[in-house]
């Protein structure tokens, strides 16, 4: 069976309330029937719950952009899947390389919002990538299996099967500079071997693997032709109704 693609606008820290609701406004008539794809839109938590009221009864689900790893306690400026559930976010970015890169995010603590987002029942995508040096190094299987590895550690393939990975080539976000649709193929090519070690032949065949990376209406066809790459993480380019539009109708 052929695995629906899912086109996922990451919005990183942009947008008001009220400009939430005029993208929305915009945005909902023109992919108002489309069933192809999964679409998914990532707000800053303050958004969200404009987004929710905007989307109901729509074909665009609503995630968050982090979660923590604990129900509750003292943990300024973190949210918890319990918190995203209660508000009825379904989707949930983890480990995105901005994370990682500014917020001291690990390979382990990636690990644990993974945990924590399946254990609740959301779909995470989870984010894994080179940056400029390691690919330049020829380090960039290594980089991803590494990552894969720690991500996936004591996930069971029962617990995982809401899985979505996002391959984020570092080098390629905000900069305009896209991974080919080759070098995006062949990367994603890696993380399913590595996730056919960790959970299984079948369970990987099913496994949704995403690009990101200045994913633009201009190249989102020639990336999803690749039969590897199962949707886009969008970042910059989802910011706008009618660039957002484009992609999801590629």
């Known amino acids: 069976m052929p695995r629906t693609k899912l086109i996922a606008a990451n919005w990183k820290m942009y947008k008001t309330p009220e400009q939430t609701r005029e993208f929305f406004r915009d945005f909902l008539p023109l992919v108002s029937g489309h069933s192809r794809d999964e679409i998914v839109v990532c707000p800053p938590d303050v958004d969200l719950a404009s987004a929710l009221d905007s989307a109901k009864g729509s074909n665009v689900a609503v995630g968050g952009q982090n979660v923590h790893w604990k129900q509750e306690g003292a943990f300024t400026g973190e949210t918890s899947s319990a ?18 890169q500014y917020f001291c995010e690990t390979d382990d603590t990636v690990n644990l919002r993974l945990k924590a987002a399946l254990e609740a029942g959301l779909t995470p995508i989870c984010c894994v990538g080179e940056v400029l040096e390691e690919r330049e190094a020829g380090l960039t299987d290594d980089v ?17 099967s809401k899985l979505v990975v996002a391959y984020e080539p570092v080098w390629a976000i905000g900069t305009g500079k896209t991974a080919t649709a080759e070098l995006a193929a062949e990367a994603h090519a890696v993380i399913r071997r ?16 995403l690009y990101g990376g200045s994913v633009k ?12 790459i199962d949707g886009a993480l969008v970042g910059g380019a989802s910011l706008d109704a009618k660039s957002f539009a484009a992609i999801v109708k590629y």
């Open 83 to 100: 918190m995203l559930l209660a508000l009825g976010v379904t989707h949930v970015i983890v480990g995105h390389s901005e994370r990682r």
């Open 144 to 160: 991803l299996r590494r990552q894969c590895v720690r991500a996936f550690h004591a996930v069971s393939a029962r617990k995982a």
């Open 194 to 209: 590595e996730a056919t070690e960790v959970f299984g032949e079948e369970f990987a065949s099913k496994l949704r693997i």
């Open 217 to 228: 209406p201009e190249n989102a066809s020639t990336l999803m032709a690749q039969e590897e």
